[in-house]
């Protein structure tokens, strides 16, 4: 596939027809152009949307914390207004075990970044906030970057390969999750061959900071191994990765890691039937929603997406349930458009 194919492609999908990441981009745009600023802020609608998703679970899904004071923000909103639960009390009631109070949210970060523990962690004790970290395990103990981090410099470095074509460097990552994962794979060689210089060495967790997670109240699961779109893998990469991360988590923590996040929230039957087969009771996608309680599928429980850096009006939207409602809106209406 030539690199204008994939960077045709890239550009042109949009709607019904983008794939998970992308639709999870549009978000905060759906909500730009279906509510002007002044609206969204203090919309007479986010009573309506907190009232109509009260019995739902809001899952909320971070990355790095790299805007702590705004963070700060969002976790004293959840205090006052929501009521922040547990992954223990959220895997009881998505599996009808117990009920939830009302407005639960669920805290959760993906890929493991250091600044979890270094910063993050100081300010959900301090609010007594329990969170989630799904970790990358093949990362644990060394200072690899994860292969979008080193994509981006390479292309910035100069690396070039005939699949991306003149696509810029966070271009570049989005086309390759596009792909399957041997020409993911191949291009990364590549680029690492064409590049002026390597990417820099990037800080992992450690295991026994993972540990100290725990300990604080950052119950630790799994993100994979090494973080590929696994519906874009063979089957027996796929084993590869789900089982071999959950044999490593759980000798580093000395326990079963009990839930996983598919990374890039992309998964198939095939991808699910890897994770039950590791006994989780729980797996995560990433498609902009808020989940029914119990869950109508155990191993895609719904999540929405959201930076430390979001502000607090948009926050709010989110976590009022209005942004997933208007989400919800735009793909039905998109559907039936397109029937």
Sequence with gaps: MTGQILTHQLLSSTGVHSRRRSARAALGATASRLLPPWLRARSPLQPLARWWFRN???????????APDTFAKHLDHLVARATPVSLDEA????????????????????????????????????????AVAFVVAGSIDTHRPHWWTEV????????VSGRLGQAADTEAVELLKRVTDEERQATI??????????????RQLRHDELRELEAGGVEVASHSLTHPCLDRCTNDVIHCEVR?????????????????????????ARVR???????????????????????PDRLAVSRVHVESGTSLDRFRVIVSGLQAALFQLRSRVAHNAGA
């Excluded at 739902?56 to 790299?66: F, R």
């Excluded at 998505?94 to 890929?111: G, I, S, Y």
């Excluded at 981006?152 to 690396?159: D, N, P, Q, W």
Aim: proline share 10%; aromatic share 6%.
């Design 56 to 66: 739902h679970l809001t899952v909320l899904g971070y990355h790095q914390i790299d």
């Design 91 to 130: 895997i009881d009631a998505l599996l009808a075990r117990a009920e939830l109070p009302p407005h639960a949210v669920l805290v959760t970060f993906d890929d493991g970044h250091p600044s979890l523990l270094d910063t993050g962690l100081p300010l959900l004790r301090e609010r007594g906030v329990p």
């Design 273 to 295: 039937r890897a994770v039950a087969a590791c006994g989780y009771q729980v797996a995560f996608a990433f498609d902009g929603r808020l989940s029914p309680l119990p869950a």
């Design 244 to 268: 071999r991360a959950h044999e490593l988590l759980t000798g580093v923590l000395g326990h079963e890691p009990r839930a996983f996040a598919y990374p890039n929230g992309d998964h198939d």
């Design 152 to 159: 981006r410099h390479l292309v910035a470095a100069g690396g």
């Design 189 to 202: 060689r590549e680029l690492r061959a064409s590049a002026r210089e390597p990417a820099p060495p990037a």
